[in-house]
């Protein structure tokens, strides 16, 4: 592989990755029912709707799942795969299912590190800004609370002190390593053409 090939690569990974995280932030922005009125899920929305609009016409939303921008976000990972094999000078043609099945895995690996990444920046927050009104902060408490939620009714109270993130940390952290990971290992599939393994 020539250092053109690996500079390509590289370009194609970070601006396709870039692309992938803000069409996967448009599912699960539905998901969660985080206010779509916020300047940076305006911005989402505008990033995705030209990619999004005519994919929602075959692909309709089922229980409240936005599954066209969920197809679209496996679209472009398996995309992004292609052409970093394809760089990487291997044939595809007859392993297309294969790289599809990898694609499923590198959203689903992308989505946990959505939430995990949230928390870590939901907790910072806790403690420099609480309450804090800014439209960044209110989208990462409404995207966390989901997953929070369920876990401080579990929880008894400590006097104010809210250790529900780390239990979510470790909740995330073992389907990635025992999910994640083993789909990954079983099907052969290289770190390289996900970043977010």
Do not use: H
């Amino acid at each position: 592989m020539t250092g053109l090939n690996t500079a390509l690569i590289y370009i194609v990974q970070t601006l396709g990755s870039l692309y992938l995280l803000i069409v996967l932030l448009r599912f699960i922005l539905q998901l969660v029912r985080a206010d779509f009125y916020n300047p940076l899920s305006q911005f989402v929305v505008k990033a995705t709707q030209p990619l999004l609009k005519p994919l929602r016409r075959v692909i309709p939303g089922f229980a409240g799942l936005d599954l066209a921008s969920l197809v679209l976000a496996i679209l472009v990972q398996l995309l992004l795969m292609l052409v970093t094999l394809t760089l990487m000078g291997y044939g595809v043609g007859a392993y297309i299912l294969q790289v599809l099945i990898w694609a499923v895995i590198g959203v689903t690996s992308l989505f946990l590190k959505v939430f995990f990444f949230a928390l870590i920046v939901s907790v910072i927050l806790s403690w420099v800004a609480p309450g804090s009104y800014n439209p960044g902060a209110q989208l990462v408490n409404q995207i966390c609370e989901p997953l929070l939620a369920p876990i401080r009714r579990i929880l008894p109270g400590l006097g104010g002190l809210d250790i529900s993130p780390i239990f979510a940390f470790i909740a995330i952290n073992l389907v990635d390593m025992l999910v994640i990971g083993n789909l990954a290992a079983m099907t052969g599939m290289p770190q390289m053409l996900s970043p977010f393994l």
